[in-house]
RNA sequence: GCUGGUGUGGCUCAAUGGCAGAGCAGCUCAUUCGUAAUGAGCAGGUUGAUGGUUCGAUUCCGUUCACCAGCUCCA
């Protein structure tokens, strides 16, 4: 007899040899049909792993991430299967399991169409019906490589041959005629995949090296239940709907035209909205002691050089000559802060000396890159960069992160932090890097924030944060950065005079908040759906005359809003029903609508419609300003 | 950049190897209306661009540009 620790610390007895499903059943049938994999002693596992001593287990279901991998990861090796029941000469190259779903790679000589998956979908059904079930065994690694070849798994084999030295065993799974190499885990059988979708097929590189041969990737997600896939396909179509391209179409903020690919126009209301949003910037970077500077946007060779750029960067760059001169629109904006620094000396009086900078950057993305305001040829990073001494590094970035805090909060965006270390190609001293990044770590591990850690990611001249944000359907967007920087102040010879009276070489963070004003306009169009907070809509109440003699009234309320400070308003003057009016402004997402009749003519008040709770009744203007400004003022998310 | 798909008035979408059509938006007129669409009329297009096949191309073919999905890259 063996002992099973389970939940909550609860011991049972087993005999040798039990499977962890065989315990989930003896929990209870409804926990065995919901269990996707296990996890014993930490270690994720098949439901059909054999228990041979005491161990920890818990039961993984759909509801686990990890459960919903393997879930996922066999609904891969269930269309892994019907391909090749279908088009046998397919090669099979790797099918993992992602955040939405799963997908696999085949090296086929043409594109599936939808016909074809409509095809594999109906052979994918018939394998679920079939409940076969996924058996794991094991191989050396050189009787695997042979295995492979001998079928023509180009793919396969070379993934295995990559072992073949170390001298361990490949697992492989079983699933009716179908061998595939694998890890695991599974759910124990086919029948498990209730409800699936193939979603789509494009092209992708094997191993993601554009060297290489372009294979098909068939994209699906899966669920247990019906219900559950339904409720996924439509979020989708939610998420289509708060596309802000869509949006920002639609609401007339901002547009991209054919004669400049990836250089958005911010349009009238875009740009209400964007100088808010740079606005509350200034205001918040004020408070937490920046100074802000503007370089110039085109600077000449010699200083990418010495910064390293026109080696490094030159692909991404548009450069010109001008009188015989190279030159180069900045991609960045930090070479310009360097001569800035440079441009008077400094004392470790000035020090942390934070310059903020609102710098327009162009870079030369590639053509399929581009993708609305998310990712774009020109944009603005709300930048900054902050010379400190090495003592003053943890409590600057702990400045910093808390800065972040605040703004994102006041969009109710959460974020994740990503912690990257010294890539393979660094440059400088490991030591500074070990202390640098140490000091990273300890800083948010201090303002108790957890952070995943991202090998080898960071940049040359530094280790970095980054915060991802996560919008309201949970995608997530790289938006602020802080990145150590130890190069740059040596490239530049950036020095200041201590209190030793001798020279010192400061060093550098170089951080974005919104990460650019763009993208970060695109984020929160998506995470508001277009429905901005009152201190940000581009049209913060719009004023509606119910006849054309109310006109008048309209154009006083009007300005007597604008003597409070509520500027962004309009008056439909259109001589068309309430009702049309209304539509309109709802449809433009426009927080407030202010209804003026007889009777609000003529009692100086004004019937007040908020967006999403309705008419609100009516009210005497100043009531009505005392509302709104105290929601501007709180910056209030309705 | 690569693979595949798409491209028709400001927007959303029809149609066809033989005069390119609708709804919305716009303009004009009538209506002056109380919380999500009043009615009538008018105007709006070299069907992304460019070569070719054809008596005739928006439709078929080539090239090119842009967009969409994904890969790669990234704020």
Known sequence: MIKVTLKDGIVKEFEQGVTAGDVAKSLGAGLYKAACAAQINGAVA????????????????????NGQRAFNHTASHVLAQAV???????KLAIGPAIDSGFYYDFDVPAPFTPE???????????????ALPLERYEMDAPDAVEFFKSKGEIYKAELVEEHASSGEKISFYRQGEFEELCAGPHVPDTGRIKAFKLTSCTGAYWRGDEKNKMLQRIYGTAFPKASQLEEHLARIEEAKKRDHRKLGKELG?????????????????????????????????????????SSPMILNRALWERSGHWYHYKENMYTTVIDETDFAIKPMNCPGGMLVYKSQPHSYRDLPLRVGELGLVHRHELSGALHGLFRVRCFTQDDAHIFMTWEQMKDEIKNVVKLFDEVYSVFGLSYQIEVSTMPEDHMGDIK?????????KTAIEEMGKEYVINEGDGAFYGPKLDFHLSDCLGRTWQCGTIQLDMQLPERFELEYIGADNEKHRPVMIHRVVLGSIERFIGVITEHFAGAFPVWLAPVQAKILPIADRHQDACFALQKALEEKGIIRTEVDTRSEKLGYKLREAQLQKIPYMLVVGDKEAEEGTVSVRKRGQGDIGTMTVDEFVKLISAEIASKEIF
């Open 46 to 65: 098949d439901l059909r792993t054999p228990l041979n001593e005491d161990c920890e287990l818990s039961v993984l279901t759909f509801d686990d991430e």
């Open 432 to 440: 500074d890097w070990d202390f640098a990044t140490e000091t990273l």
């Open 253 to 293: 903020l901002f547009t991209i035209m054919d004669e400049g690919p990836g250089f958005p126009f911010f349009l009238p209301k875009g740009m209400l909205l964007r100088n808010t949003l740079i606005d509350y910037w200034r205001e918040v970077h004020r408070k937490y002691g920046y100074v802000e500077i």
């Open 116 to 130: 074809q998956l409509e095809e594999i979908e109906e052979e994918m059904k018939k394998i679920v019906k079939e």
């Open 84 to 90: 090749k029941r279908l088009y046998p000469d397919a």
